[in-house]
């Protein structure tokens, strides 16, 4: 199993920039492919940002050219850089395992991220 905790999250205006960071705890964390959720109030977790083990990088349609995923193996970290900020990209950010199920049924606490002027 791959323990994690996010960090990174806050307010900020529109068209800003924030930087979630997920530290992971597990030996085999580095042959797992990682991923950012979201979960905005009222709706369900979506996936927004992946990245496998050698390191290709998938994105959703929405957050393309603007997010960026990364990992760096030796740290046990994933990151998320997040651009030119929208109010929809408002919503509670988990890192994972993909598939989630990979990991049972573990969630971190996740970061808040708010978008609002």
């Known amino acids: 199993q791959v323990q994690v905790v996010e960090s990174g999250g806050g307010l900020v205006q529109p068209g800003g920039s924030l930087r979630l960071s997920c530290a992971a705890v597990?030996?085999?964390?580095?042959?797992?492919?990682m991923g950012w959720y979201r979960q905005a109030p009222g709706q369900q977790r979506e996936l927004v940002a992946d990245?496998?083990?050698?390191?290709?990088?998938n994105y959703v349609d929405s957050v393309k050219g603007r997010f960026t995923i990364s990992r760096d193996n030796v740290k046990k970290m994933v990151y998320l850089q997040m651009n030119s900020l929208k109010q929809e990209d408002t919503a509670v950010y988990y890192c994972?395992?993909?598939?989630?199920?990979?990991?049972?049924?573990?969630w971190g606490q996740g970061t808040q991220v708010t978008v609002s002027s």
């Open positions: 994972n395992t993909l598939p989630s199920q990979q990991n049972g049924d573990y």
């Open positions: 990245i496998t083990a050698d390191d290709k990088e």
């Open positions: 597990g030996s085999m964390f580095s042959f797992y492919r």
